[in-house]
């Protein structure tokens, strides 16, 4: 993701609306995060990034 700036929140969902793990970041510009869904089942899982301007939302498939 490319020119997020602040606070940044990041929240990972199940395909069912569960709350999966958030994190809180404070970012400049650019920026890489992994995220480890390695414990949780196959499916599809949304992901969530909210700082003060805008929200991002993207699909992620995992699938062994």
Known sequence: IVGLHGATSIEVYSSVGELISTSELDLEGT????IDLSSHADG?????ITNDKETI???VIKNQ
């Open 44 to 48: 599809i899982y949304y992901i969530k």
């Open 31 to 34: 920026f890489t995060n992994q």
């Open 57 to 59: 939302t993207k699909k």
